[in-house]
């Protein structure tokens, strides 16, 4: 089983900060991405940012310049700095893991999502 737990979400002002963490644990062979994603309500899930493995990173326009992400792959950890926020930040965020398992299956994994909210 694999299981990722994010927290660090919750409420902040419009231009505050939040980091978010995520853990992925249980029976993994490798991770080769990991990011996150949000979804607002009444809106599609969209990508924030993910990042490789080898450290290369794609990054949704609307957070650029504010938003950033790095991994601890010792740790299989991911994190995502969110600097400058905006009320239209505001969405559940969950993490995103594409990994290899012990069984060498490959799978895209989802945390929970944790909630984060913007106030004007």
């Known amino acids: 089983q694999v299981q990722l737990v994010e927290s660090g979400g919750g409420l902040v002002q419009a231009g505050g900060s939040l980091r978010l963490s995520c853990e992925v644990s249980?029976?993994?062979?490798?991770?080769?991405?990991m990011g996150w994603y949000r979804q607002a309500p009444e809106k599609q899930r969209e990508l924030v940012v993910v990042i490789t493995r080898g450290g290369d990173i794609t990054t949704a326009d609307s957070v650029k310049g504010r938003f950033a992400i790095s991994r601890d792959n010792a740790k299989n950890t991911v994190y995502l700095q969110m600097n400058s926020l905006k009320p239209e930040d505001t969405a559940v965020y969950y993490c995103?893991?594409?990994?290899?398992?012990?069984?060498?299956?490959?799978?895209?994994?989802w945390g929970q999502g944790t909630q984060v909210t913007v106030s004007s």
């Open positions: 995103y893991a594409d990994l290899v398992d012990y069984g060498l299956v490959t799978g895209d994994y």
């Open positions: 249980g029976s993994i062979f490798s991770i080769n991405s």
